[in-house]
Structures are given as structure tokens and as C-alpha cells.
């Protein structure tokens, strides 16, 4: 097969490996910069050019966008299905995951277990949505945040009004979250491919600190999830529209509660924590998978 990894730096390790694995599966693997393909989109015949280039008989894209280029990043991903190529992930649902307000939305819809979240635009309702996760201590979260960047945790209800009036000053756009303090700063990252948990690992974060990002100084090993997480897990991938998916879950007393659903999630930590070869499982996926035009948003948008 034909396949693009859309990706902006090729020596990253999760494009790396998935190239190693592609190639090693007898696949023409191919890395494009999303911000270097221009299209053609009022042609009746639609294309995606790439410096002078069109690009023809794709079979399947691996769309790694990062967070910084998601409107452009969905944009070439989408016109890519225009032309027949098979998503790994379609832009609808990158899209989708990639706005953390409206996730939270479907995941409650879905009655997916997650923290007591609030959202409020106006300053006379701060008393009210900190009553509403049920008091401090509180996490504020930026919407636009990612790696754990913008993720505060509020002691005292003082102290939650406080910054809640600051990212207010800001015009920041920001949830406010019941803090899992039973979690004990660890989290734990699901690898969802298709309906399979196919590999897992608990993150801790360091001493004093309650975010258990790796890029935080968090430290990776291996866990055993209990049945009701691998569902959880699944559940939420599959409400997402992801194929693949990274969800992230805390342990709260009140069952498994869904943090967050990356629809690119890397494979570093992942694949050093498990020793699980989760790129050539990605790459077994889109064989299987992989057919002319097979996105459900055709014609859609
Ligand atoms: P980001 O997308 O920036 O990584 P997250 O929402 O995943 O933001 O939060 C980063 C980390 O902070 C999580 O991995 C988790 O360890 C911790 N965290 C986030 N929300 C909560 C919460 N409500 N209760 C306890 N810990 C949390």
C-alpha cells in the first residue's frame, strides 16, 4: 500500500516507527508536512498538491497534527478524503477531540464516567460553578492547554475565585474541575486501536506535583486494567469517532473518569513502558481497514 504520515518533523520517534513498521510490512511509507500541501478544492476533480507534486493513488493517511495546526492539519487530512484515501483517523473526529469543552459534552451525553466539570462565561456565576464540582480543592483548566500546560490546581475556594477572576481578565476560555485527589497525581493512559486496549501505562507525576504528564517529569510503568476501565476506554475512543486513540483515565472513587481523548497520541512512552509494538499494530489496523473512500464524513463535512 501507499501510505502518508502526515507529519511535520519525520525524526520524531512516533513518525519514525511508524515508517519502520509500514516498511518492514512490504508498505511504501511516505512523510509530508500538512503545512506544505496546498489544494485544489473547487476542481471537480479534487487533489492535494505537495511542493509542485499531486499526490495520487494514497491508499491511507496516518494524520499526526499537532495541536498548533489543527484547523490547517484537518483541512488537508479532509481533502485527502475527498480524493478516496483512507483515514487512520478522519478529520472530523480530530477535530472533534481536539476541542476539549465539546469532548467533555459527548463523552456525558455518552454517560461516560468523568470529574465534576463546570463552564460559565460570566464573573457573577464564579461562586456558583465552584459549588458546582463541588468546592475546592478545584482544577482550572485552559481549553486551549496542552502537556499539562495551563492545568492549575486551586487549594481554597479564595484561591479558586481568585484565578478564576484572573483567566477571566485574560478572556481565557477555561474549565473548572472537581480535583481527584484518590488518584494520587497518577493517571493512566489507554492505547485504543480499533475496539482494543492494546497496550496501557500508569504515568506518575512527580514529587510535589499533581500533573503526571511525561512531559512534566512524570515517570512511566506498566498497569493492569480492571475490566471496567478497558470499556471505559473503548467507549470513549469509539464516542470520539477515533480508530486510535490515547484516553486518559484517573482512578476516582466513583469508578474510572475520563480526562481526555488524543486522537495522536505518542508512541514513545507507550511503546518504552510496554515493550508492546503498538506502530506495527496501527499498521496491521489500516490493512485490515483500509478501503477506497471508506470515511463516514464524505460529502458530509
Ligand atoms: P493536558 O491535556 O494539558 O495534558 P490534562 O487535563 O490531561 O491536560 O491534565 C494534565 C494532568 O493533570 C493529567 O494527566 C492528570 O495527571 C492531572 N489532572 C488533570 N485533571 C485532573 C483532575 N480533575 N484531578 C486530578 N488530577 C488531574
Known sequence: MRIIILSRNRALYSTRRLIEAGQQRGHTMRVIDPLRCYMDIASHRPGVCYKGETLEDINAVIPRIGASVTFYGAAVLRQFEMIGAYPLNESVAITRSRDKLRSLQILARAGIGLPLTGFAS?????????????????????????????????????????????????????????????????DIRCFVIGERVVAAMRRQAREGEFRSNLHR?????????????????????????????????????????????????????????????????????????????RTATRGKG
Do not use: Y
Not at 133 to 157: I, N, S, W, Y
Not at 180 to 186: V, Y
Not at 232 to 243: D, E, S, V
Open 122 to 186: 460570566s464573573p457573577d456565576d464564579t461562586q456558583d460553578l465552584i459549588k458546582l464540582v463541588g468546592g475546592a480543592p478545584l482544577v482550572v483548566k485552559l481549553l486551549e492547554g496542552t502537556q499539562g500546560k495551563g492545568v492549575v490546581l486551586a487549594e481554597t475556594d479564595k484561591a479558586a475565585e481568585s484565578l478564576i477572576d484572573a483567566f477571566r481578565e485574560l478572556e481565557a476560555n477555561f474549565l473548572v474541575q472537581e480535583f481527584i485527589k484518590e488518584a494520587g497525581g497518577s
Open 217 to 293: 517529569g512524570g515517570t512511566a510503568s506498566l498497569v493492569k486494567l480492571t475490566p471496567e476501565e478497558r470499556a471505559t476506554a473503548i467507549r470513549a475512543a469509539g464516542k470520539m469517532g477515533l480508530n486510535v486513540a490515547g484516553v486518559d483515565l484517573l482512578r476516582s472513587n466513583h469508578g474510572p473518569v475520563v480526562l481526555e481523548v488524543n486522537s495522536s497520541p505518542g508512541l514513545e512512552g507507550i511503546e518504552g513502558a510496554t515493550g508492546k509494538d503498538v506502530a506495527n499494530m496501527i499498521i496491521q489496523f489500516i490493512e485490515k481497514n483500509a478501503k477506497p473512500h
